[in-house]
């Protein structure tokens, strides 16, 4: 075999193990939980749904109104009524300065975090925020990405399956996709953004100009100050998209020189 193939092996099975331990596991064992506690039906939720939730959320935010007790365990946030968020990793995290908030609460804003499935964090308090300033409920936005998203990575990593078993040259352009994880999300977050500030209701308590909400960095929606940064998963995808690249390059190498 080739080195260069066992090379654009490697890297397309780390890409993979990356790309399905971050989201595309998580999102298939968490798939439509949230509908059934929406439902009031949390007595058909599977103890393994619920051990995996346990698992990825350690470590993550929390509502501060949600009792110490019941973070990291799924039954006692629904028992406890709280916000509940998906199980894959959060990409992008956005956090929103208010006046009336207090700081000792919320000492970088009230925060909400952006996944491939969902969202997580403070989405009731952002929700009360977009009311405010006449912007819709976050749930409106990236409605089709989340309904596909994982039938979309399931795709994806049957292909890069394709990519590491065969040696075929339309396989091996598989792997710009994967490669191109973080523009596509900035693209499409970008797009969500300035729809949400540009499709304005009246029933805010004061009307503001449309905008384009600061997609990296700190920027400012009426008196509220916006913090916006990548977080944990969309460094995941620059790994995967970085590993992509290696595998596409490697194995567009070694089928050359096999050729000539």
Known sequence: ??????????????????????????????NGVLTQIDNQESDKISSFSSKVWNFYNKGRYKSVSTPKEAHNNLDQMIESASEIGVASLPIWAVSLEAPNYPKEAFPLGIPVYFHFDGFSGEIHEMNTINHYVGMDPMWVGGTFEREIGIYALLLLSLGMIYF?????????????????????????????????????????????????????????????????????????????????????????????????
Do not use: C
Request: glycine share 4%.
């Open 1 to 30: 075999m080739h080195p260069s193939i066992k090379k654009a092996r490697i890297f397309a099975l780390l890409a993979l193990l990356i790309l399905t331990f971050s989201f595309t596991f998580p999102m298939i064992a968490f």
């Open 164 to 260: 590491i078993a065969y040696n075929n040259r339309i396989l091996n352009y598989i792997m710009l996709v994967p490669a191109s994880l973080p523009l596509l999300f900035i693209a499409d977050y970008s797009y969500w953004l300035y729809w949400f500030g540009h499709n304005l209701h009246d029933w805010g308590a004061f009307k503001i100009k449309p905008f384009m909400p600061t997609v990296f960095g700190d920027g400012k929606i009426a008196q509220f100050i916006t913090h916006s940064y990548p977080t944990i998963g969309f460094y995941m995808i620059v790994a995967i998209g970085l590993l992509s690249l290696l595998a596409f390059f490697a194995k567009e190498k070694a089928l050359k020189e096999m050729q000539s």
